[in-house]
């Protein structure tokens, strides 16, 4: 009996997620044990039994996105978090409610979440990738801001506010206690913007 396009599709999906999954756990654990300067590409691909091309077909981002992921995943996240906020709750409180949950914020990682958010925090190319990850959402950020309060996605006012927001996981993350600053971040940009809905 032949398959389905539909059938060979998902099977291509769960195959290539997999794939990605295996890659991203072997560059985990690789990092986690030597640091992630003294891990080679090479390294990561031969522990997760794929060749150097996958891995860059998968993560065309290199070392970096295999900790991290890529600009695409932050984008929808963020405006899930906008979207999808409690009926009358701030686009501000969604936004520090989403970032409450991310990295050197989450309020009780797992032993292996707290290592990577240290080893983020720690690697200067991992923390400049993650910056970077963070502020290329800007446009998209503004631009849901905007549909959700109606105001016009060019307004400088949305677009300096996306951006603040986007620099606070570099800013605040680094500090001893990253929650109480990132909470300090809000109560400024709330202070900032106090008609935002």
């Not at 291509?12 to 300067?37: C, I, P, V, Y």
């Not at 997760?48 to 992921?69: M, N």
Request: charged fraction near 30%.
């Amino acid at each position: 009996m032949a398959q389905t396009p539909a059938r060979v599709s998902d099977r291509r999906e769960r195959k290539k997620a997999a794939t990605r999954q295996a890659l991203s756990a072997a560059a985990r654990r690789l990092f986690l044990e030597r640091g992630f300067d003294k891990v080679t590409v090479a390294e990561i691909a031969d522990t997760a039994d794929t060749a150097v091309s996958t891995l860059f077909a998968h993560f065309p981002g290199g070392k970096e996105a295999l900790v991290l992921g890529d600009a695409g995943e932050r984008e929808a996240a963020l405006a899930a978090a906008v979207r999808n906020r409690p009926e009358g709750g701030s686009v501000l409180d969604a936004l520090r409610d989403f970032l409450a949950t991310r990295g050197p914020f989450a309020p009780d990682p797992g032993p292996e979440a707290r290592r990577v958010a240290e080893l983020v925090v720690a690697t200067p190319a991992l923390r400049a990738y993650a910056r970077t990850l963070w502020t290329s959402c800007e446009a998209a950020l503004a631009r849901v801001i905007a549909e959700e309060t109606g105001r016009d996605a060019d307004d400088l006012a949305l677009r300096l506010l996306a951006r603040y927001v986007l620099e606070i996981p570099d800013l605040a993350g680094t500090e001893p206690d990253p929650r109480a600053a990132l909470d300090i971040a809000f109560s400024h940009l709330a202070r900032g913007w106090p008609d935002l809905p």
